[in-house]
């Protein structure tokens, strides 16, 4: 069975300062990768997502994310965040021949002014 | 487009009673699902569905029944609502499958005393 774990429960960072959040998984087999975002009282937003190809993955609001198969990570990057990027992430597995998503038990992002 | 659209948005159970929470999509969306949110447990997935007619288990269907007989529909029944069931409910759907960008509906706090 798969696992997704997200190293950090929160993390605050200062408003322009880079950001990394960090999910790894466990899987026997061949999986897809995803991040999706919660803002305070709304359902989930797809940031982005790897399937196959380029390992590096570029998403919305200038998020990306890399894979790394030896390392079995997928971690979230931004270059320089927003106030308006204070949400909670969930990092999500999805193994290429199911259709059972397993998330992560997500990040809290503060970011602060 | 509506989207997502999730009824009620609160309830407040007794134990042993029984209800149904309202999914439905106007998107033509083929994939639809049923999560649960617990605080430091990321969602975990309760039923799915790939089609009209067609529904299938996640990580947690006990005490939950879904039916899927129209393509816009995917009501969740609890049958006996226990304490253990107090959740924040998501419903989401996507065209054509769980790799697809999966569209969540806003939630429904349920509370069980």
């Known amino acids: 069975a798969q696992s997704v774990t997200q190293l950090d429960s929160q993390v605050p960072v200062f408003e322009e300062a880079p950001v990394e959040l960090r999910c790894n998984y466990s899987s026997s087999v061949s999986v897809y990768l995803f991040w999706y975002v919660q803002y305070p009282n709304q359902g989930l937003q797809l940031l982005l997502k790897?399937?196959?190809?380029?390992?590096l993955v570029k998403g919305i609001n200038g998020f990306e994310a890399e894979f790394n198969k030896s390392q079995t990570s997928f971690h979230l990057r931004k270059p320089s965040v927003h106030i308006s990027d204070t949400a909670e992430y969930f990092c999500?597995?999805?193994?290429?021949?199911?259709?059972?998503?397993?998330f992560g038990p997500g990040t809290r992002l503060s970011v602060l002014p | 487009n509506a989207g997502v659209t999730q009824t009620p948005k609160f309830q407040v159970l007794k134990t042993g009673q029984s209800m149904t929470l309202q999914c439905a999509q106007d998107m033509n969306h083929e994939y639809m699902s049923w999560y649960r949110q617990d605080p430091g447990m990321g969602l975990r997935l309760i039923h799915y569905?790939?089609?009209?007619?067609?529904?299938d288990q996640g990580e947690v269907p006990n005490g939950y029944n879904v039916s899927r007989s129209t393509t816009e529909d995917f009501p969740l029944r609890l049958l006996s609502a226990a304490p253990s069931q107090t959740s924040v409910y998501f419903c989401?759907?996507?065209?054509?499958?769980?790799?697809?960008?999966?569209?969540f509906g806003p939630g429904t706090r349920l509370t069980v005393l």
């Open positions: 790897y399937l196959s190809g380029s390992t």
């Open positions: 989401a759907s996507s065209y054509l499958g769980a790799t697809d960008t999966q569209y």
């Open positions: 569905s790939v089609g009209a007619g067609i529904t």
């Open positions: 999500a597995v999805l193994t290429n021949y199911g259709q059972n998503f397993v």
